[in-house]
């Protein structure tokens, strides 16, 4: 049984929790310029049963179509910025990259994460989200998780021109990506840490510098959840 457990698709770190395996670099519109679809690169070694966590931010209001068989975790569509993202289990034949789609000519921002040891069958434990229209930081929203080992992410939107700094206290940057350099780009932020046991993972800020100041900031909060059993010692779920 053991054996059966290490050598699952699903690999674990020492401490049970997701980890973070590979990422793409991130696709954002140049020069300024609008298109209707963005397209990213898979992640360097994916293997079948890795968790792929995808998100794409969109100046303005936009209804975004995923790549086929992604599901949505969560985002919010608002006048100033779109947020989605969206997560999938590997399969041994995934295409190289991936094209998210919407409506108008606009500027976005496109990443893609790659996870090991994750829970395939359900792999995000909760997701809280937040948006705000005022002051120079972005808060995401603390979540509640209800099993130990989750890994953490906070995804932070805005829609102008600029960069996070500085980050979460106790997080690591993941990704910090702007589209360009006027009034219609959008960055993006995602920063991860662990969440070792269950409960209240509190808020989370990171100072936005950008020019003119944001119209809008959108921001949320990923739990990612470990296998069922983890090698941590923690009980099988049902």
Same mark, same amino acid.
Do not use: C
């Given at each position: ?7 699952? =698709? ?8 997701? +980890? ?8 954002? #519109? ?10 990213? @690169?898979? =992640? ?14 969109? !100046?303005?209001?936009?209804? +975004?179509? &995923? =790549? ?17 993202? /969206? %997560? ?9 990259? /991936?094209?998210?789609?919407?409506? @108008? ?6 990443? *893609?994460?790659? /996870?090991?040891?994750? !829970?395939?069958?359900? =792999? ?14 972005? #808060? ?15 995804? *932070? ?8 700094? &500085?980050?979460?206290?106790? %997080?690591?940057?993941? $990704? ?5 350099? @006027?009034? !219609?780009? $959008? +960055? ?16 989370a800020t990171a100072t936005y510098a950008g020019v003119g100041g944001a119209e809008e900031r959108h921001a949320l909060t990923i739990a990612i959840a470990p296998p069922a059993g983890d090698i941590a010692g923690n009980a099988f779920r049902d």
């Amino acid at each position: 049984l053991l054996f059966t457990l290490f050598n699952s =698709p699903a690999y674990l770190s020492a401490a049970g929790e997701p +980890v973070l395996e590979s990422q793409s670099a991130p696709t954002a #519109t140049t020069g300024n310029s609008d298109v209707t679809s963005l397209a990213v @690169n898979a =992640p360097a070694g994916s293997v079948a049963g890795e968790l792929l966590i995808g998100s794409i931010v969109i !100046d303005g209001n936009e209804t +975004v179509t &995923p =790549p086929t068989g992604w599901t949505f975790i969560g985002g919010q569509s608002s006048s100033g910025v779109t947020v989605a993202a /969206y %997560h999938k289990v590997a399969t041994a034949s995934e295409p190289g990259s /991936y094209t998210f789609n919407w409506g @108008n000519n606009q500027q976005a921002v496109a990443s *893609m994460l790659r /996870y090991s040891g994750a !829970d395939n069958s359900s =792999p995000i434990n909760v997701v809280t989200e937040s948006v705000d229209n005022t002051g120079t930081s972005i #808060t995401a929203p603390s979540a509640t998780t209800t099993v130990n080992n989750t890994t953490i992410l906070r995804l *932070m939107a805005a829609d102008r021109d600029g960069n996070f700094n &500085p980050i979460p206290t106790g %997080h690591t940057e993941v $990704v910090d990506t702007r589209s360009g350099t @006027n009034g !219609d780009s $959008v +960055v993006v932020g995602i920063f991860s840490v662990i969440q070792s046991t269950a409960g209240a993972t509190g808020t989370a800020t990171a100072t936005y510098a950008g020019v003119g100041g944001a119209e809008e900031r959108h921001a949320l909060t990923i739990a990612i959840a470990p296998p069922a059993g983890d090698i941590a010692g923690n009980a099988f779920r049902d």
